[in-house]
């Protein structure tokens, strides 16, 4: 009998063929830093929509413990301001030296609506698994907005839905009960699409769903929960969300724009 070689979920993190730049990243260091599903996946696939050049100021916005801000970093060569709410600066700050990219990352800890920053000092602004809390008001496109130059670009990935909750008439019970009234926020690519374009202050130059974006969100979940008793807890409920949407509903929003 040959030896087995032992299989895990984390094991399923490493695509190269689909996300080449991801894959050369540690899954435990990224599910170690875990605060949403496939960051660099989501990023990369964002990137693609994005004109990113070496030397160019990005402003990372809900950025989290770090990950995508040392994605950014390294496989984009620009200089990022990895702004978040909810992570103290000195703890993102550790993260971007452990990775050797203290040199190019910024951390501020800021919200999302009194960003400490000076008009149009940004050549892009990125937002991965966050936008969904802060960005959906009417008035919060044309606040950010000043932020970038003219030209600069926006880019977003949120989690998603196939027909708005409205349309709907409710939250389906297998969604509200993992997260509630959030999915109030998840909105379709139409909505985003209009909620930007109607402003006339930025034109969309994409705006997709990500490929088996479902799918994903269980290999992230099922990694997760490998990670020890709490985590398995924590994650067995959005598992079990996930495989019984099957994505009729739930998927991811990626949006690209330029500031005209």
Known sequence: MGLGVSVTALDDLARPGRYPRSSGYDPAWLVGLD???NPLWLLEDLAANLDLRPGMRVLDLGSGKGATSVFLAREYGV???AADWWIPAEDAAAVFAQAGVADRVTAVRAEAHV??????SFDAIVSIDAFEYFGTADGYL???VRFLRPGGQLGMATPGM????RELGAIPDHIKAVVGWEAIAWHTLQWWRFQWEVTELV?????RLQEDAWQDWLLWARACAEQGPDAAKANQPVIDMLTQDGGEYLSFALVTARRR
């Open 35 to 37: 605060m949403g599903p």
């Open 79 to 81: 200089e990022v301001v």
């Open 115 to 120: 960003l400490p920053f000076e008009p149009e």
């Open 142 to 144: 044309p606040y950010l």
């Open 162 to 165: 196939t027909r708005e909750v």
């Open 203 to 207: 034109d969309v130059t994409s705006a």
